[in-house]
């Protein structure tokens, strides 16, 4: 289906029974930030913190991830955040084929709303869904890549910094990267966390 209205998309997203995931779910995490948006993360679902307040990225990953946001200029204010599913899987494991094929439809309509200029993906299930499925994040991360017009670029999920401090330089140098697109591509001031 084609969504031309957020409320829309977010009533029908919200009632989605599509995957068993709906019958384990607290909250629907839908998404956050401006819906015109020229910058989308997408991650790759819920967690616990998450499913509870029906927000992404609200754990310490978030907090990590807010942090890094403001590194390079941006907030919650000014850039887009979702995740791959909107439910979470149990026990925070990766989402199922079948659990990412049923949700795609949702995530598939608000990157059509929202009409970024740059996608980052945020950690390999992302990059695996969106860039391409045999996408290797170790070695890939922080390379630029478009598709249907929109800039993508895949770097280390928060949640893997925090297991693995040592990524931490490959990081900043992918967001100094994410951070010089923006600057060329992007009209409006996002500068202001």
């Given amino acids: 289906m084609q969504y031309t209205d957020w409320d829309q998309l977010r009533q029908d997203c919200g009632g989605c029974t599509r995957c068993p995931l709906y019958a384990t779910r607290r909250s629907v995490v839908f998404g956050v930030g401006p819906e015109d948006a020229e910058i989308l993360f997408v991650g790759e679902g819920p967690g616990e913190q998450e499913d509870r307040l029906g927000e ?12 890094m946001l403001y590194i390079i200029g941006l ?9 791959i599913v909107k439910c979470r899987p149990p026990g925070n494991r990766d989402p199922m084929n079948t659990e990412r094929e049923a949700c795609s439809q949702w995530l598939q309509a608000q990157i059509a709303l929202i009409r970024p200029k740059i996608l980052v993906c945020l950690g390999r299930i992302a990059a695996m869904e969106l860039i391409r499925p045999d996408f290797r994040i170790t070695r890939e991360h922080g390379q630029w890549t478009e598709k249907n017009g929109i800039r993508h670029m895949a770097i280390y999920h928060p949640s893997a910094l ?30 202001e966390p």
């Avoid at 992404?56 to 942090?67: C, H, N, S, T």
């Fill in 56 to 67: 992404p990225f609200v754990g310490p990953a978030g907090k990590l991830l807010d942090e």
């Fill in 75 to 83: 907030s919650r204010k000014n850039c887009y955040i979702a995740n």
């Fill in 162 to 191: 925090l297991r693995d401090p040592e990524k931490r330089p490959d990081a900043f140098r992918d967001l100094k990267s994410l951070q010089a697109m923006a600057e060329r591509l992007c009209q409006r001031t996002l500068w």
